[in-house]
T-cell receptor, first 113, second 112 residues
Framework: GAVVSQHPSWVICKSGTSVKIECRSLDFQATTMFWYRQFPKQSLMLMATSNEGSKATYEQGVEKDKFLINHASLTLSTLTVTSAHPEDSSFYIC?????????FGPGTRLLVL | GDSVTQMEGPVTLSEEAFLTINCTYTATGYPSLFWYVQYPGEGLQLLLKATKADDKGSNKGFEATYRKETTSFHLEKGSVQVSDSAVYFCAPASGGSYIPTFGRGTSLIVHP
């Protein structure tokens, strides 16, 4: 199957700083990638759809100025959490579509102190 | 939009027991159906899928059959192992990008 990677796998930062998370499709090209957020023991919440070469599409209630998404190439999408606060602490997962299936990355755990 | 209902967990079983996790869905048209598994601290992995009615997806001893008439996609395994302990998500996916709709997932705990 297709492989999606994320970096970093975990990050701890101070409140007010910005954090960038990378999502890469390793063996296929992805014109569309997706970003999810997951709280402990909860389901995945779709945050936004990342489109290569164009603006991301955000789900209702997700602040686009808070969660900046850039999809500069067919294999890389980045999510930047700007001016992070403790309530942004969560598990962030990306996915990409290939062969009629969504493939997910291993996730990035963010802790904001 | 699509929606999914999974049985509440956690499901607790002894090793080698039979597993069934129920899943029913609502969707417009004919979605593809997926089961994803999430091991502790990890992302989601595709477990199996079925793309049309009566298809059976299978992988690692797990099976699920696409039942259009009952809009169900129940997950089964004949003999679970401790290593199967994880959270299982049933997800219908419609549209061109096959964006899954997730429920809350079902936690499975298998004891030796």
């Amino acid at each position: 199957g297709a492989v999606v990677s994320q970096h970093p796998s975990w990050v701890i930062c101070k409140s007010g700083t910005s954090v960038k998370i990378e999502c890469r499709s390793l063996d296929f090209q992805a014109t569309t990638m997706f970003w999810y957020r997951q709280f402990p023991k909860q389901s995945l919440m779709l945050m936004a759809t990342s489109n290569e070469g164009s603006k991301a599409t955000y789900e209702q209630g997700v602040e686009k100025d808070k969660f900046l998404i850039n999809h500069a190439s067919l294999t890389l999408s980045t999510l930047t959490v700007t001016s992070a606060h403790p309530e942004d602490s969560s598990f962030y997962i990306c996915s990409a579509w290939a062969i009629e299936t969504q493939y997910f990355g291993p996730g990035t755990r963010l802790l904001v102190l | 939009g699509d929606s999914v209902t999974q049985m509440e967990g956690p499901v607790t079983l002894s090793e080698e027991a039979f597993l069934t996790i129920n899943c029913t869905y609502t969707a417009t048209g004919y979605p593809s159906l997926f089961w994803y598994v999430q091991y502790p601290g990890e992302g989601l992995q595709l477990l199996l899928k079925a793309t049309k009615a009566d298809d059976k997806g299978s992988n690692k001893g797990f099976e699920a059959t696409y039942r259009k008439e009952t809009t169900s996609f129940h997950l089964e395994k004949g003999s679970v192992q401790v290593s199967d302990s994880a959270v299982y998500f049933c997800a219908p996916a419609s549209g061109g990008s096959y964006i899954p709709t997730f429920g809350r997932g079902t936690s499975l705990i298998v004891h030796p």
